[in-house]
C-alpha cells in the first residue's frame, strides 16, 4: 500500500505581472486533471473587481470548481484533488492588512496556514509574484511588504517539489 505522502506534490509558478503565470498553471492543472479546483485569495475590494473575478470565472469553464478564500485555505479539504492557488500575493495582502502591517506575524501565520493546507494528498499549483525584482521602493508600507512576500516565496520555493519561473510567455524551469 503506498503512503498518502507519496502522491502529495507541491509546485510554485512565480514571474511579474502579466508574465504568463495564471495562464501556464492552468494549463498544466488541466493537464492533470478533468475537473481542476480554482483556489482564488483575492478580496474584492470594489465593482470593478468584483467584474473582473466574475470573467475570470466564466473564462474557465465548467471543468473547474472555483473557491473564493482569502485566507484560510486549510478549511478547505481537497484531499486527492489538483489545485490552482492564485495568488500567493494577494494572500499574503489580506494578512499583511489584517495584521496592520505587522511582518512577523503575517509571516508566521502564512507559514502555519500554509503547512496545514499542504499537508494533505493533493497537487498543489501556487501562483505567485516576484514583486522584489525591481528598485527598492522610497514607501515603507511596500517596502516591508515586499519582504514579507519574498520570505514567503523563499519558503513555498523550499518545500515545493517543482519551481517555475515565467518570462514573458516562457515557463524556465528552476527546480525539480
Not at 103 to 113: A, F, G, M, R, Y
Not at 161 to 173: A, F, K, Q, T, Y
Request: charged letters at 30%; glycine letters at 6%; aromatic letters at 10%.
Amino acid at each position: 500500500m503506498n503512503d498518502i505522502r507519496d502522491m502529495r506534490r507541491i509546485i510554485l509558478i512565480t514571474g511579474g505581472q502579466r508574465s504568463g503565470k495564471s495562464s501556464y498553471a492552468q494549463r498544466l492543472a488541466l493537464q492533470l486533471a478533468e475537473h481542476p479546483v480554482y483556489l482564488a485569495t483575492s478580496r474584492v475590494w470594489d465593482e470593478e473587481f468584483r467584474e473582473r473575478v466574475r470573467r475570470h470565472q466564466q473564462d474557465r469553464g465548467p471543468q473547474w470548481t472555483n473557491i473564493e478564500e482569502e485566507k484560510q485555505l486549510s478549511l478547505h479539504d481537497l484531499s486527492g484533488r489538483t489545485v490552482v492557488v492564485d495568488c500567493v500575493t494577494l494572500w499574503c495582502t489580506n494578512f499583511f492588512f489584517d495584521n496592520e502591517g505587522n511582518v512577523d506575524k503575517s509571516l508566521e501565520e502564512i507559514k502555519t496556514e500554509f503547512d496545514k493546507f499542504t499537508e494533505r494528498d493533493a497537487t498543489f499549483i501556487f501562483v505567485t509574484n516576484e514583486i522584489g525584482l525591481g528598485g527598492v521602493s522610497v514607501d515603507v508600507v511596500q517596502r516591508r511588504f515586499t519582504d514579507l512576500q519574498g520570505w514567503v516565496n523563499q519558503y513555498v520555493a523550499s518545500r515545493a517539489d517543482e519551481v517555475v519561473l515565467m518570462v514573458s510567455g516562457i515557463p524556465v524551469r528552476i527546480k525539480g
